[in-house]
């Protein structure tokens, strides 16, 4: 996606990776934010969470991919032909 600022320097400021650790977890452990049902979370977690878990199970199934089959930065191993 592209950004008007440079997203690097979120990291610079603690509640932003603050944020970012619990949407991790979130995603990873399928808990919400706060105590309670989906129902009761606030409107923007529930926001956050509907945008940040499919974007981030994306990019870890991408990883894995990557890992797996050789990425763009990976070397490709190359078979020699049959003879």
């Given at each position: ?22 949407l991790?977890l ?7 934010l ?15 969470l ?6 981030y199970?994306?990019l870890?199934?991408?990883?894995r ?19």
């Amino acid at each position: 996606m592209p950004f008007g600022f440079c997203p690097g320097k979120a990291t610079w400021y603690p509640e932003p990776q603050k944020l970012f650790r619990l949407l991790v977890l979130a995603s990873e452990t399928g808990q919400p934010l706060y105590s309670g049902g989906l129902a009761e979370q606030p409107d923007w977690s529930v926001e956050m969470l509907a945008w940040f878990v499919p974007e981030y199970r994306d990019l870890q199934f991408i990883k894995r991919a990557s890992a797996i089959f050789g990425g763009k930065d990976e070397p490709k191993q190359v078979t020699p032909p049959k003879k």
